[in-house]
């Protein structure tokens, strides 16, 4: 591999972690605005983030680089402030539920594989 293709994929790592801490970050202050449809709302944004990074970039690397930004989100908004507080409450059960349901569909996008046991990819077969 050249340094350029090294050098475009870890570019597109890094901006796959920055789209998945705003991802994130969105995600978790949604989930229990509206409960029910926020949860399904912010799933579907993850799904989407992922499957994108692994379209992408071709690799799992893409769903990775989503994936530490996302989990970034999460550590960042629920560390307690210094008046003791927290900006991201765990007031109700969406907060796991998003937690579990995000890390499942990144395995799933990380591991996927298309038709023919192929990998999945952006790039057009050979002719």
Not at 9 to 25: E, K, N, Y
Not at 102 to 118: K, Y
């Amino acid at each position: 591999m050249s340094g350029t293709a090294t050098a475009g994929r870890i570019a597109g790592c890094l901006g796959m972690l920055v789209a998945g801490v705003l991802t994130g970050a969105a995600g978790w202050l949604v989930v229990d605005l509206w409960f029910p449809g926020g949860l399904l709302l912010a799933l579907l944004a993850v799904l989407g983030l992922f499957l994108g990074g692994r379209i992408a970039l071709g690799t799992g690397f893409g769903v990775g680089g989503a994936a530490v930004g996302w989990f970034l989100s999460y550590i960042l908004l629920g560390v307690p402030r210094p008046e003791g507080d927290f900006l991201l409450g765990s007031s109700g059960i969406g907060v796991y539920i998003y937690l579990l349901g995000g890390t499942v569909l990144a395995v799933m996008c990380a591991t996927m594989r298309g038709p023919l046991n192929r990998p999945v990819s952006a790039a057009r077969p050979a002719k």
